[in-house]
């Protein structure tokens, strides 16, 4: 990794974090940004390897930041780094790009392991998100195959709902009533075994329906 980009708006934690990527990868240069807008701005144009991102930004949500480098810059690793560990942040997070998850309330020699083993192909997890993580497949995933378990239609409106569409603009986009969609939203939910947009989106990602387009 020779160029990270941290985005971070305490300045003392950007600081930490600057020291735990440059004892990862010695040598690397480092970018800051202290907002979501600065954020922004330095993912459009910094060709950046590593992205260390905040979730809770001062004006407004790094999961912009993810999908924006995710556009710019396909090529880099973006990581969230957050002390939010519950499962709704930490599925918004992964459904919007994220190849890893740590937390700030880990020791700062953990989380310079965890970026180490990037070059391994192994994600950065804390130990505890890596839990939860499987604790969410164990209680909430589908005891049959979602793909065989769905119809078409209900694949075409998770994959929507999965990109953060409305039920009304997925109504629109598929020419359904929107009480229809409802319907649909329902039986998906049943099906997965799930209860929010977030694990919808998780399992859309999962099946490959989250990409522009219809399936």
Not at 37 to 54: K, S
Not at 122 to 133: D, H, K, T, V, W
């Amino acid at each position: 990794m020779k160029r990270i980009l941290i985005v971070e708006d305490v300045a003392q934690t950007r600081r930490w974090l600057a020291d735990i990527a440059n004892d990862a990868f010695p040598g690397c240069r480092i970018d800051e940004a202290a907002s979501m807008r600065a954020g922004l701005a330095a993912a459009a144009q910094a060709d950046c390897d590593l992205a260390l991102i905040d979730l809770g930004l001062p004006d407004g949500s790094g999961l912009e930041v993810l999908r924006s480098l995710k556009l710019v810059c396909p090529g880099a690793i973006p990581i969230v780094t957050t002390v939010m560990g519950d499962d709704v942040h930490i599925v918004a997070a992964l459904s919007a790009g994220a190849q890893g998850y740590l937390l700030k309330e880990n020791p700062a020699d953990l989380l310079t392991a965890q970026l180490k083993r990037l070059a391994d192909g192994i994600p950065a997890l804390s130990p505890s998100i890596a839990r939860r993580i499987m604790e969410h497949f164990r209680y909430t995933g589908p005891a049959a195959d979602p793909d065989e378990d769905l119809t078409a239609r209900e694949r075409e409106v998770l994959g929507l709902i999965g990109r953060g569409l409305r039920n009304v603009d997925v109504a629109a986009g598929l020419d359904l009533a929107e009480s229809t969609v409802a319907s649909h939203i329902k039986s998906i939910y049943r099906k997965l075994g799930i209860s929010s947009r977030a694990e919808a989106s998780w399992h859309a990602t999962r099946m490959g329906l989250t990409a522009e387009g219809r399936e």
